[in-house]
Every structure is written in C-alpha cells, then in structure tokens.
C-alpha cells in the first residue's frame, strides 16, 4: 500500500481487508496488506510529460520507472522470500495511482494477475499513454476501471481506457467497467472497494498479497 505509514492510508486498508477476511464474511481471501510509506507520489507515479503545464505543476514528475522496477526487483521479491503468497496480486490504483496501473499494464502486464484502476489521471502528457498499445500478457488476468462522477474529462478517459483493453484484451482477460454515477474523485475507491475485491479475489483459503495505489 502506497502512502501506507501508520499515520496515511493502512489503517483502514487493512480493516477493510481484515473484515472481508473474516471466516463469517468471506468476501476475500487470506491476505497480505503491504504498506509502503511514500516520498514524492508525482514523481513516482508518472512517467515524463511533454505538456509544460505538466512539468511547470508537477516539477519532481517522471520516476515512474524506477518506482516500477522497484515494485518488480525488490518489493516483490521480498514479499515472496518473507510471506507464504501465491502467484496472485492485485495492484489498486487510484487518480494518479491509476495513471501509474495503467502504465504497468501497458509495459509490464504480468507483474501483477488483476488491476483495479480506478478514476486514472490519463490526461497526463496530452493523454499520450492511451496511444500507446498494451503488451500482450501470457497469464490469466482480471482487469477492473471504475470512474465517478468526476467531469467530462475523466470521465471519458476512463471510458477510453476500457474500450481500448477490450478490444485487444487476449482470451484469458476478464474486463469490467463501472460509472458510479453516486461517487466522486473522493470516494470512488474508498466505498466500492470490497465489492471490488469480491469480484476478483474471491477464492477460499488462499493467500494473495495487493499493493492499493492511493491518491
């Protein structure tokens, strides 16, 4: 969990996750909530941006690649050596968290088995990232795009990017798209997020880990 100190976003992630869990629930499975305290989110979020808007509002931008190998050579790694895990993960990405989803996707699609890309900042370097054609992943995947009532802008975006997965999207991806018209910027995540983990992740007496990409 990206800004995941004890003080940011892992306290109620992990009740959420601790409640779904539970024997009588069962809405998700056993699962490992990773907290990761982080520094600067636009500059690991985003990949450089030809807009100068974009350079002269978001001067520390475009690290996402070294965040993404980060993920990749370290996070997971350890993850892997320290926890009992299965080959399932789910990356939540959310506003700029989206942008950032969306690029592993793109680039990197087997890094994670599901997306859940909710409300993504696409209209980051003039929306170049939607030209960009995705990789072809080889695994089984779930992806998921939610959008609240957010503007025309992101609201398109949104719509954009399901569109563009579904019509290239290999046998084995499973793609929803959801406008929750009741939900904004704000709580397009927050609320929705155990029913979005139902959909993907409801398998018994597994243990999965997800790394939820915040605002």
């Not at 940011?8 to 305290?37: D, K, L």
């Not at 807009?51 to 475009?62: A, H, I, K």
């Not at 563009?164 to 929705?192: C, M, S």
């Amino acid at each position: 969990m990206l800004d995941g100190s004890i003080d940011e976003n892992f306290i109620h992630r992990a009740g959420i996750v601790q409640f779904g869990s539970f024997s009588w629930i069962q809405m998700v499975p056993e699962t490992i909530v990773v907290g990761i305290s982080n520094i600067d989110r636009k500059r690991d979020f985003t990949y450089p941006s030809k807009n100068g808007l974009d350079q002269t509002e978001f001067p520390t931008s475009g690290g996402s690649s070294y965040f993404i190998k980060f993920l990749e050579t370290e996070l997971q790694p350890f993850v892997a050596r320290n926890f009992r895990t299965t080959s399932t993960s789910t990356l939540i990405g959310q506003s700029l968290g989206g942008l950032l989803a969306t690029e592993i996707l793109f680039a990197k699609p087997d890094l994670f088995t599901n997306y859940i890309i909710v409300s993504p900042s696409l209209w980051w370097d003039n929306e170049e990232l939607l030209n960009k054609e995705p990789i072809t992943s080889i695994k089984e995947k779930s992806i998921y795009i939610a959008v609240g009532k957010e503007g025309a802008v992101m609201e398109r975006l949104a719509k954009e990017l399901f569109e563009k997965i579904q019509n290239n999207k290999e046998v084995k991806t499973r793609i929803y798209y959801n406008f929750l018209e009741d939900k904004d910027h704000g709580d397009a995540l927050h609320i929705p997020l155990i029913k979005l983990w139902n959909k993907f992740l409801r398998v018994r007496n597994k243990c999965s880990y997800f790394i939820p990409i915040e605002i």
